[in-house]
């Protein structure tokens, strides 16, 4: 069964530092998203993506969080420059329709110190 | 005020006890309520998509239910391996964009 897979599964960096999180969504998926979610509370929205633009952001996306699909497989959110309370775990999902059955992955756990 | 409440946030059954979880809203402008079911350290798994009030869904032991301001997730003689966290999340329109809001989540555990 196909699954949305993301690399790497934790991730430890310094505040101030550039983190780059991988996802590889399923293939015939046309939709592209980014949830968080900070330990003990609810899953975020933080972005979505579909014919290589965004085509929603949430007041948490600001100028220091970017996405790209570099190739025809990954997908990737980039925080430029990370603080404390952008630690949480990240969640890479996909569809086939406009927010519809979307399927998440494993998350990757980032962790600033 | 929270715009998606889910209750209540921790459900402890007996294997067999059938119970409802509840999912309340009070976003207008409602595109699709979704249910997902969670494991701890793992990702939302998609359960179900509801459009409209009336509408029902079914899968194995699970049927989720939808009315104007709120959705119920029906657990039919429950077993252990039903115990995860069950999260509902309603897309919305609001001002002219859309947006998608989480429950906190119902934590369910299934003793056998």
């Known amino acids: 069964e196909p699954e949305v897979t993301q690399t790497p599964s934790h991730q430890v960096t310094q505040m101030g530092q550039e983190v780059i999180l991988r996802c590889v969504p399923i293939?015939?998926?046309?939709?592209f998203y980014w949830y968080r979610q900070i330990l003990g509370q609810k899953v975020e929205f933080l972005v979505s993506?579909?014919?290589?633009?965004?085509?929603?952001k949430s007041e948490i996306f600001d100028d220091q969080f970017s996405v790209e699909r570099p190739d025809g497989s990954n997908f990737t959110l980039k925080i430029r420059s990370t603080k404390l309370e952008d630690s949480a775990m990240y969640f890479c999902?996909?569809?086939?329709?406009?927010?519809?059955?979307?399927?998440f992955g494993p998350g990757t756990r980032l962790t600033v110190l | 005020e929270d715009q998606v409440t889910q209750s209540p946030e921790a459900l402890r059954l007996q294997e067999g006890e059938s119970s409802s979880l509840n999912c309340s809203y009070t976003v207008s402008g409602l595109r699709g309520l979704f249910w997902y079911r969670q494991d701890p350290g793992k990702g939302p798994e998609f359960l179900f998509t509801l459009y409209s009030a009336g509408e029902e869904k079914e899968k194995e032991r699970l049927k989720a239910t939808l009315t104007k301001k709120e959705s119920f997730l029906h657990i039919t003689a429950p077993k252990p391996e039903d115990s995860a966290t069950y999260l509902c999340a309603v897309h919305f329109t609001q001002g002219g964009s859309e947006k998608l809001v989480f429950g906190k989540g119902t934590k369910l555990t299934v003793n056998p």
């Open positions: 293939s015939n998926h046309l939709y």
């Open positions: 993506f579909y014919n290589n633009e965004i085509s929603e």
């Open positions: 999902a996909s569809s086939l329709r406009w927010r519809n059955e979307q399927f």
